[in-house]
């Protein structure tokens, strides 16, 4: 996906975007979705739609991937913590992306929003290798890791209607149930577009 640089200058000054230009790309990659699938930034998002934009990638449950019911089990077990989802490239050029069919509602749509974006900002995949002394080690770039949630959370939970509703006094649970997210992706949301010292001053107050 290339960014309309046109249409991300068109929104300065109009408050848009944080005070916090560390933030600002996340928050452009969020906002071109929303504009990609014309959706209002105080709606919710539904991240079924935004794969609709990768007609090549499929999304399936753990637990409709042909395993054996011990393993399916075991990742919605003792395992179930360590892994939320994995983009899986195809032979064909498309992808696989497969979720913890374990987890709630609200962490597989942050769990789904992160693997859409590495798709769609064109991310290289990790590499997983498995050793013989039942190991294994993984690629990892935070870089990117960080670019892909932190864009998905700006999707889900735009900067704009955010802060209107931190100044009228919304509590966390009710902008969590807004834009069904978790209170920990508001949270989240809060602190990186400087918004968090309202939300605590709340919390003091047992508002939140």
């Known amino acids: 996906m290339q960014p309309n640089l046109a249409l991300r200058r068109a929104r300065s000054g109009k408050g848009l975007l944080p005070p ?10 969020g906002l071109d979705l929303r504009h ?23 999304v399936v449950p753990h637990g409709e991937i042909p395993l054996a019911q011990v393993y399916v089990d075991h990742l919605r077990g003792v395992a179930s ?7 899986i490239p195809l032979p064909d050029g498309g992808a696989l992306v497969v979720f913890n069919d374990s ?6 749509r942050a769990t789904l929003m992160e693997e859409f974006f590495h798709l769609w900002l ?20 935070p870089r990117i890791e960080s670019e892909a949630f932190g864009s998905g959370a700006a999707a889900l939970v735009p900067y704009c209607p955010l802060r209107r509703m931190v ?7 009710g902008i969590a149930r807004t834009f069904a997210v978790s209170r920990e992706l508001v ?22």
């Open 20 to 29: 916090n230009p560390m933030q600002w790309d996340n928050e452009h990659n």
């Open 36 to 58: 990609a699938l014309k959706i209002e930034l105080e709606a919710l998002l539904p991240h079924e739609r935004a794969f609709s934009l990768l007609p090549d990638v499929s």
């Open 81 to 87: 913590a360590r892994w939320s989802g994995i983009g």
């Open 103 to 108: 987890h709630t509602f609200t962490r597989i």
């Open 122 to 141: 064109g991310h290289p995949a990790t590499r997983v290798r498995v050793y013989l002394q039942n190991d294994s080690h993984r690629t990892h770039d």
């Open 167 to 173: 100044e009228e006094g919304i509590s966390v649970g």
């Open 187 to 208: 949270l989240f949301r809060a602190k990186v577009t400087k918004l968090y010292g309202r939300l605590r001053t709340r919390a003091d107050r047992g508002h939140c």
